[in-house]
């Protein structure tokens, strides 16, 4: 199956820098690749998704990009805000299953 | 349009005991999952269903079992006998089905197993 290695486990930046989370993939099959921001004591919830067609999709300060021939796919946040302090996990999926990473801590320190 | 609910939001079991955790949904998607998310784990699937009537394990099917009725709006996550080992807190997730799997979160049950 599917597996997912998602680095580094924590990251703490001040605010204004950016912020790269990045993730790996086993399965050439998985063709979508979202990414979810948790924060504390609520659900995950989807920020940006790219699809395997795709190379780099950008909403606002937040972009991620897909290198299918490395397999592996990275999120980017510029100008960091204290909001954006949360749990990230990038996922992928080949079918009706995703795959999460295992989460990474992100700081972000005014 | 609350989206994906979950009952109950708390609860604290003793070893031994069972429950149902209820997941339901007003999108009529017809995918739906039950994670378990504990520390460090990241989310990790239990049981999902592909439609009314249909039922799947993931990767953590041990100690669970599901039913999706004819009601396809519901999933029902049951522990027969818990375990301290099923101290969690447990998600549902629902997605359209097509060939891309969006999923969407419910806001999780926080369960504790004494």
Known sequence: ?110 | NAGVTQTPKFRVLKTGQSMTLLCAQDMNHEYMYWYRQDPGMGLRLIHYSVGEGTTAKGEVPDGYNVSRLKKKQNFLLGLESAAPSQTSVYFCAISAGDRYNEQFFGPGTRLTVL
């Not at chain 1, 395997?52 to 909403?59: A, F, L, R």
């Not at chain 1, 990275?74 to 960091?80: C, G, M, N, R």
């Not at chain 1, 990230?88 to 990473?101: D, I, K, P």
């Open chain 1, 1 to 110: 199956g599917e597996n997912v290695e998602q680095h580094p486990s924590t990251l703490s930046v001040q605010e204004g820098d950016s912020a790269v989370i990045k993730c790996t993939y086993s399965d050439s099959a998985s063709n979508y690749f979202p990414w979810y921001k948790q924060e504390l004591g609520k659900r995950p919830q989807l920020i940006i998704d790219i699809r395997s067609n795709v190379g780099e999709k950008k909403d606002q300060r937040i972009a991620v990009t897909l290198n299918k021939t490395a397999k592996h796919f990275s999120l980017h946040i510029t100008e960091t805000q204290p909001e954006d302090s949360a749990v990230y996990f990038c996922a992928a999926s080949g079918s009706y299953q995703l795959t999460f990473g295992k989460g990474t801590k992100l700081s972000v320190i005014p």
